[in-house]
């Protein structure tokens, strides 16, 4: 197929005009300069919407070229004869096992290919051996999700829920730390950690409370969504006993991807969500991964992302998220009737703020219809304001225009 013809019929599956990735008809080749050129080509590599600005890339992110043509040329392929090219051909997770535990800190026994972050978290609440009156620490600040999750076990197994509220925001890690230890009871069996906080962006020093937990043989959960890719993640070295990724987020992988990590020595104690067929042992992380049917050209273009997140690099990566957060962060809060809802401190490229006088959702709303500006309405236990999270495509100038809205308020 040639190169225009893919093209088209790409804009046409995404629904997008044609002239969103025509630019892509001569891809620019990556620039060695570090400056704003580079910046620019990676902008370049991504498709653009014709009148939005998104500054929502917290809930998921959109794809890269690359990414969106290796899923794209895997679909078709497979389309041909299912049965043969997607189970027989395409249904490769070891390489990419191998990819994502060099990622993350981890051996590739560690890791399980599954849908999302919920998935991932959710197959080891449920699947953890608990006693009616065994304890659970979580924070009210956790992911909606988890939350259920645990709501539910409380309600079928009688299983004890024990509620830290954190105080946010703070650049104190010790302020962050001492609610989970106080909450530690002789019957807690588990601690749920979020690593950064999806309402404001808070970055929780999760290491210390791994470590205190190991001391007393207490299971630990680190929600990971936010964190992978975004900050420098290290699984062994953070001493979780499992965590959850959505590699929908920022490793800008195909919607539906994600990442479940179980540390080695606690694989076998944890139940398979769905149930595994007799060949899977036990302590078989693979135990995790049979799900029925699933999307093999979804699950086979993660490599294209990984691909795309070494060229950038995870540490310049990190940095450059950090600098369009600082700048837009630090020229709002000049402005009058705005504060911050996020640590200046402990925090990456996900920011929180509040402004006088706007409830969140209508604040959201006025963003999108008058400035064409997406964002992210927050109204959680108390916070009230919109989430900003620029992604490594946004540019200062888009930035400058999300600060003539605000000085407009």
Same mark, same amino acid.
């Given at each position: 197929?040639?190169?225009?013809?893919?093209?088209?019929?790409?804009?046409?599956?995404?629904?997008?005009?044609?002239?969103?990735?025509?630019?892509?008809?001569?891809?620019?080749?990556?620039?060695?300069?570090?400056?704003?050129?580079?910046?620019?080509?990676?902008?370049?590599?991504?498709?653009?919407?014709?009148?939005?600005?998104?500054?929502?890339?917290?809930?998921?992110?959109?794809?890269?070229? %690359?990414?969106?043509?290796?899923?794209? +040329? #895997?679909?078709? *392929?497979?389309? &041909?004869?299912? $049965?043969? =090219?997607?189970?027989?051909?395409?249904?490769?997770?070891? %390489?990419?096992?191998?990819?994502?535990? +060099? #990622?993350?800190? *981890?051996?590739? &026994?560690?890791? $399980?290919? =599954?849908?999302?972050?919920?998935?991932?978290?959710?197959?080891?609440?449920?699947?953890?051996?608990? +006693?009616?009156?065994?304890?659970?620490?979580?924070?009210?600040?956790?992911?909606?999700?988890?939350?259920?999750?645990?709501?539910?076990?409380?309600?079928?197994?009688?299983?004890?829920?024990?509620?830290?509220?954190?105080?946010?925001?703070?650049?104190?890690?010790?302020?962050?730390?001492?609610?989970?230890?106080?909450?530690?009871?002789?019957?807690?069996?588990?601690?749920?950690?979020?690593?950064?906080?999806?309402?404001?962006?808070?970055?929780?020093?999760?290491?210390?409370?791994?470590?205190?937990?190991?001391?007393?043989?207490?299971?630990?959960?680190?929600?990971?969504?936010?964190?992978?890719?975004?900050?420098?993640?290290?699984?062994?070295?953070?001493?979780?006993?499992?965590?959850?990724?959505?590699?929908?987020?920022?490793?800008?992988?195909?919607?539906?991807?994600?990442?479940?990590?179980?540390?080695?020595?606690?694989?076998?104690?944890?139940?398979?969500?769905?149930?595994?067929?007799?060949?899977?042992?036990?302590?078989?992380?693979?135990?995790?991964?049979?799900?029925?049917?699933?999307?093999?050209?979804?699950?086979?273009?993660?490599?294209?992302?990984?691909?795309?997140?070494?060229?950038?690099?995870?540490?310049?990566?990190?940095?450059?998220?950090?600098?369009?957060?600082?700048?837009?962060?630090?020229?709002?809060?000049?402005?009058?009737?705005?504060?911050?809802?996020?640590?200046?401190?402990?925090?990456?490229?996900?920011?929180?703020?509040?402004?006088?006088?706007?409830?969140?959702?209508?604040?959201?709303?006025?963003?999108?219809?008058?400035?064409?500006?997406?964002?992210?309405?927050?109204?959680?236990?108390?916070?009230?304001?919109?989430?900003?999270?620029?992604?490594?495509?946004?540019?200062?100038?888009?930035?400058?225009?999300?600060?003539?809205?605000?000085?407009?308020?």
């Amino acid at each position: 197929m040639e190169r225009r013809t893919f093209l088209q019929a790409l804009a046409v599956w995404l629904g997008l005009p044609f002239e969103a990735v025509r630019h892509w008809e001569r891809p620019r080749p990556m620039p060695p300069d570090e400056g704003e050129d580079f910046w620019a080509w990676v902008r370049s590599e991504f498709p653009r919407h014709s009148s939005l600005i998104n500054l929502n890339n917290g809930g998921v992110s959109p794809h890269p070229r %690359p990414v969106l043509e290796a899923f794209f +040329r #895997l679909e078709l *392929a497979a389309n &041909e004869a299912p $049965a043969y =090219v997607m189970w027989r051909q395409q249904d490769q997770k070891e %390489p990419i096992r191998q990819r994502l535990a +060099r #990622l993350c800190g *981890a051996d590739p &026994e560690e890791i $399980a290919l =599954v849908r999302n972050s919920t998935e991932a978290l959710e197959t080891v609440i449920f699947g953890l051996d608990l +006693r009616r009156g065994d304890e659970v620490i979580l924070a009210e600040s956790d992911y909606p999700s988890m939350v259920a999750a645990w709501k539910q076990r409380e309600a079928r197994e009688g299983i004890q829920l024990r509620w830290v509220r954190l105080p946010l925001p703070s650049d104190d890690p010790e302020a962050l730390i001492a609610p989970y230890l106080e909450a530690i009871t002789p019957r807690t069996r588990v601690l749920h950690l979020t690593h950064l906080i999806n309402w404001t962006g808070q970055i929780v020093p999760v290491e210390r409370l791994t470590a205190e937990a190991r001391k007393r043989n207490i299971f630990t959960i680190v929600d990971a969504a936010h964190s992978f890719a975004h900050i420098l993640v290290d699984f062994r070295a953070m001493g979780c006993d499992a965590a959850g990724v959505s590699l929908h987020k920022w490793l800008c992988a195909p919607f539906g991807t994600g990442l479940l990590y179980v540390r080695k020595e606690k694989i076998a104690s944890i139940w398979p969500l769905f149930a595994a067929p007799p060949e899977r042992k036990a302590d078989d992380i693979r135990k995790f991964e049979h799900l029925g049917t699933r999307s093999i050209p979804t699950e086979q273009a993660i490599s294209a992302a990984i691909d795309f997140h070494e060229q950038i690099g995870a540490v310049r990566k990190r940095d450059r998220l950090i600098a369009l957060k600082n700048y837009w962060l630090e020229a709002a809060l000049k402005l009058p009737k705005i504060k911050p809802l996020t640590s200046q401190r402990l925090s990456a490229g996900l920011a929180t703020i509040q402004v006088e006088g706007w409830e969140p959702a209508k604040l959201a709303d006025h963003l999108l219809e008058k400035h064409r500006i997406l964002t992210a309405a927050i109204d959680w236990n108390g916070l009230k304001g919109v989430r900003i999270t620029p992604h490594v495509y946004t540019s200062f100038s888009e930035l400058d225009r999300l600060l003539e809205a605000l000085q407009k308020l």
